[in-house]
C-alpha cells in the first residue's frame, strides 16, 4: 500500500506542486525588488555633519524672530494689564465715590513689576501689591518699567515730557469720585500747535546692547485728558 501511494503521488501534475525557493535565491530576488537592500544601508559621517550644519543654520535665522514675537506677545499682555488696572481704580473711584489712586513698582526681590489699587487717603502700609500680569501667565521681570511721571498726576516738564526708566516711585495716577484726574496736574510742556504727551506708563523690552535702557519695541498706556481718557500705544508714541 505504501509503494501504490508513492505512486499515486508522483503522478501529480507539476503545475500542483509549490516549490519553496533555496534561501539564495530569496536573497537575490529581494535584491531585485529592493535595488537598495544592502549590508551597508545608511548614512556617512559627512552627510550627518552636512544635515547638522544645515539645522544650525536654519535655528540661527529662525530664532530672532521667534524671541521678538514672544515678547512682543508677552509685552502686549503686560501692558494690557496695565490699562486694567488703570481702569479699575477709576472704576473704583467712581462706584464708592471717593479717590483712588494706582501706583506701579519694581520688587527689588523678584524683580516683577508690581500694581497697588488703593484709596488715596489710605496708609502706605496698607497698600497691596499685586505681580503685574501674573494671572494672564506674562512675566514681567523680563521688562523695563518706564514713563513720564515726576509725581502724582504730573508728567516731567523737561524736554517735551519724556520717559525715563525706571519709574520714579513715587510717581502714581489718581482719579477723583468723577472718575476724572485729581489736581495738581500737568500733561507736559509742549511746542505750539502740538497735543500734550500726557500721563505715560511704558513697559519696554530691553536693548540687547544695554539690558539698563529700552530698545525700541515699547508699550504703554496714556491718560490723556482731565476726565482720564485713556489710550495704548506701542513703540515711538511711547518715547
Not at 515678547?71 to 462706584?95: H, M, P, Y
Not at 496708609?123 to 494672564?136: F, G
Not at 518706564?146 to 508728567?155: F, M
Amino acid at each position: 500500500m505504501h509503494s501504490a501511494a508513492l505512486l499515486r503521488l508522483n503522478k501529480i501534475p507539476k503545475r500542483f506542486v509549490v516549490e519553496t525557493p533555496k534561501p539564495q535565491c530569496l536573497a537575490n530576488r529581494l535584491r531585485y525588488v529592493f535595488p537598495y537592500f544592502q549590508k551597508d544601508a545608511g548614512f556617512s559621517l559627512i552627510e550627518l555633519i552636512v544635515v547638522m550644519l544645515l539645522v544650525g543654520i536654519l535655528a540661527a535665522i529662525a530664532a530672532p524672530g521667534w524671541v521678538a514675537f514672544v515678547n512682543r506677545q508677552r509685552i502686549n499682555k503686560v501692558n494690557d494689564a496695565v490699562f486694567a488696572a488703570l481702569q479699575q481704580a477709576q472704576r473704583e473711584a467712581k462706584n464708592k465715590k471717593l479717590s483712588y489712586s494706582v501706583s506701579f513698582q519694581r520688587n527689588s526681590t523678584t524683580q516683577n513689576v508690581e500694581v497697588a489699587i488703593y484709596r488715596t487717603d489710605a496708609a502706605i502700609s496698607t497698600w497691596t501689591w499685586k505681580p503685574l500680569a501674573a494671572d494672564v501667565g506674562a512675566n514681567s521681570d523680563k521688562f523695563l518699567l518706564g514713563g513720564n511721571l515726576s509725581g502724582e498726576n504730573i508728567a516731567n516738564t523737561t524736554t517735551n515730557s519724556p520717559v525715563s526708566y525706571p519709574l520714579s516711585t513715587s510717581a502714581k495716577i489718581t482719579f477723583d469720585y468723577m472718575g476724572a484726574l485729581t489736581l495738581p496736574n500737568n500733561f507736559g510742556t509742549v511746542a505750539a500747535g502740538t497735543e500734550p504727551p500726557g500721563l505715560k506708563i511704558v513697559i519696554a523690552v530691553p536693548s540687547s546692547a544695554n539690558p539698563t535702557l529700552a530698545s525700541s519695541v515699547k508699550r504703554c498706556v496714556i491718560v490723556k485728558t482731565l476726565l482720564g481718557s485713556m489710550l495704548t500705544a506701542k513703540d515711538d508714541k511711547c518715547s
